[in-house]
């Protein structure tokens, strides 16, 4: 129903609400003036960074660093003024400031010449990444104490105006004369980098391989502005802290086999000393393959089994090979042939009742599940990974995901059937969306088998391929370890593809693409993360170490600012003592994917848009004050 003023009542009742807020005429055009300023600036720079698998030194190198972005803006500012040793020095600073000024300070180099100089030249840079943001979000970005002087000093017009000069000169020799140096040059290092990236995206698999997700998670906690897509790495730590116990002994296994205890042990407070106990007691070390890897890998056998005889509708009986052993000849017959097993040594192995954990195997892992489920870092981690993750996200016209989206080989979006109901394309990822968060609150047999399948079935978003572990773990033939992938590994390559992919998730701009990790770019075999003509970019650059053989680089971070979009490939990392003692920064190279046709403004984006109707909504309201349909409220 409309009212005389061609609002609606509902409208009205809306503007009422808002009213609130803006009480009064002045109120509400100040605001429209205020967003009006906002939407007209550039797009803040996202950052896109996927697969960091426990690599903990280079993510937070490329953290401090922005991904080489702080010495792209060091050296437009400086090149000219400073030399190469002054500028690493500059930047090391920046990177690591307690460490740097620590180190400055044993050598006795921390003078007040320098530290003016160095104060000067943070005030610039940082004057040069805020350009592009109102100032009331500047001083947001600021730490409280130092709110007002950092306003004060990047304001400043030292030119155009002596007295100014002078005044912010005097401002830093208080600083200097207070004995503030040290947290002045904090807090300006840390706005820096707060500045350099308005937003960081990352599409999965935190977790596994390297050696502290942990600390990247307790890092991630502490950021601005992020969000994350679950991996399949994630999914199966997700399972685990929910208590699936299939998704524990996976979580064990990898982490056994590249001798990754700590992130269990001490980081979580998880003891595998049951496990390693057990499997010292039960398994030799005869065949050269470890006791905690033996004993882990049967039990997963064991409870996978488990998982699949609880749903035929996952079709994966095919999956069910531990019963196949041929412990008499050593070998296993599958429909590509027999093989020789890498071990015969099973000692809780029983033809009978292949898929039964022993009583001990049994009492081993229920203590792990309640470890698992009580430990409350992890419990903590997990949480963050729900409250900032899911399964794929629509962002700026980007439509990021891990793994893939399970299509038919004809290209069609493949239906997948749950509880007698069929999904597919979006529903489908919403539905297992859905699931994971199910996993986690509900924790039914259902959700948490659910989470396993994610980690290592054929139809899975986050994987997408069918997880030959059995194979991996106990047959030395390479060629059973290879994996089927799902259609959309291939189809992915093709433009008109992905957009039809982009369309079924409402993006509809021709600036869209789907942003993808888990697939390791193979850079050294000629391999580039541009594909379908650029509608498809896949990010997994390989920060973890046992990767970077394969893909010849050391990570990627994709770039997308209001100019547009570039890649950063990476190139291996040392460590922080080498960075102190050498300045050697890690090196990263760009490429240019895409340049916008013209320069993106806050309006263009998601966020751009609420605050472009927010806009409408208030100059409604100035329109209702002004009809006298909304009373003014001063001065209540
Ligand atoms: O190389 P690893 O550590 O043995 O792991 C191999 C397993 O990991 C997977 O590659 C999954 O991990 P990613 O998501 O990192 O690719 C499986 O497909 C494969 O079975
Ligand atoms: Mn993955």
Redesign the pocket.
């Known amino acids: 129903m409309e009212n005389y003023a061609g609002y609606s009542d509902e409208y009205i009742k809306y503007l009422e609400l808002l009213a609130k807020e803006y009480p009064t005429q002045e109120a509400t055009f100040t605001e429209i003036i205020n967003l009006q300023a906002i939407v007209n600036l550039p797009k803040g720079t996202e950052h896109f960074m996927s697969?960091l698998?426990g690599e903990y030194e280079a993510f937070y190198h490329i953290l401090n660093n922005c991904s080489g972005v702080i010495r792209e803006k060091v050296e437009m500012l400086f090149s000219n003024s400073m030399s190469q040793e002054e500028r690493d020095d500059l930047l090391t600073l920046i990177y690591y400031p307690k460490e740097k000024l620590d180190l400055m300070n044993r050598k006795k180099l921390v003078t007040d010449k320098w530290a003016r100089k160095t104060l000067h030249h943070l005030i610039r840079l940082a004057k040069l990444l805020s350009s592009k943001y109102t100032r009331s979000k500047v001083r947001k970005a600021m730490p409280p104490v130092f709110r007002f002087v950092i306003d004060e000093l990047l304001h400043a017009q030292p030119d155009e105006d002596k007295n100014r000069h002078v005044y912010h000169s005097k401002i830093l020799d208080t600083i200097l004369e207070t004995g503030s140096t040290r947290s002045f040059i904090y807090a300006l290092t840390a706005l820096i980098k707060r500045l350099a990236v308005d937003h960081l995206h990352i599409i999965g698999?935190i977790y596994d391989?390297g050696p502290h997700a942990d600390k990247i998670m307790d890092n991630l906690m502490h950021h601005h502005s992020m969000d994350i897509q679950w991996?399949?790495?994630d999914i199966l730590w997700m399972g685990a802290a929910a208590g699936s116990a299939a998704c524990i002994a996976n979580v064990l296994r990898?982490n056994i086999?590249?001798h990754n205890l700590e992130i269990l042990e001490s980081g979580y407070g998880i003891s595998l000393r049951p496990l390693a106990l057990f499997a010292l007691k039960m398994y030799t070390k005869d065949d050269g393959i470890e006791p905690m890897v033996k004993a882990i890998n049967v039990i997963l056998s064991k409870l996978e089994g488990q998982v699949i005889f609880r749903h035929p509708e996952y079709n994966m009986d095919d999956r069910l090979l531990f019963h196949k052993i041929n412990l008499e000849t050593g070998t296993i017959t599958l429909d590509s042939g027999t093989y020789e097993l890498t071990t015969t040594d099973f000692p809780t192995f029983n033809p009978q009742d292949p898929y039964t954990l022993s009583p001990e195997e049994h009492r081993i892992m229920a203590d792990l599940q309640t470890e698992f489920l009580q430990s409350e870092r992890l419990q903590r981690h997990i949480q963050f990974l729900y409250s900032h993750g899911s399964m794929y996200r629509c962002y700026n016209n980007n439509l990021l995901f891990h793994g893939s989206l399970p299509l038919n080989d004809d290209g069609s979006f493949k239906e997948i059937y749950f509880d007698g109901h069929g999904y597919k394309g979006q529903a489908f990822m919403d539905h297992a969306d859905y699931m994971a968060r199910r996993a986690y609150t509900k924790r039914d047999t259902d959700s948490l088998d659910y989470m396993w399948y994610m980690w290592g079935g054929p139809d899975s978003p986050v994987?997408g391929?069918i997880?030959?572990?059995f194979e991996?773990s106990y047959i030395a033939d390479k060629d059973t370890w290879k994996?089927p992938e799902n259609a959309y590994f291939r189809l992915n390559r093709d433009k008109d593809e992905c957009i039809k992919i982009l369309h079924e998730f409402g993006i509809d701009s021709p600036q869209g693409h789907i942003i993808n990790g888990?697939t390791p770019v193979k850079v050294k075999k000629g391999e580039s993360p541009i594909r379908a003509e650029g509608k498809e970019l896949c990010i997994d650059g390989g920060f973890c170490k046992?990767y970077q053989n394969s893909t010849g680089i050391a990570g990627y971070t994709l770039i997308f600012n209001s100019h547009g979009i570039r890649i950063k490939a990476h190139y291996p990392f040392t460590d922080v003592e080498e960075v102190l003692r050498t300045n050697a920064d890690m090196g990263s190279e760009s490429t240019q994917v895409e340049l916008e046709p013209k320069r993106v403004m806050i309006g263009d984006t998601d966020n751009g848009k609420k605050l472009l109707q927010m806009i409408d909504d208030l100059k409604a309201l100035l329109q209702a004050y002004r009809q006298g349909i909304i009373i003014e409220r001063r001065g209540e």
């Open positions: 697969d698998h698999d391989r991996g399949n790495h990898n086999r590249y994987s391929r997880v030959k572990t991996r994996e888990h046992a």
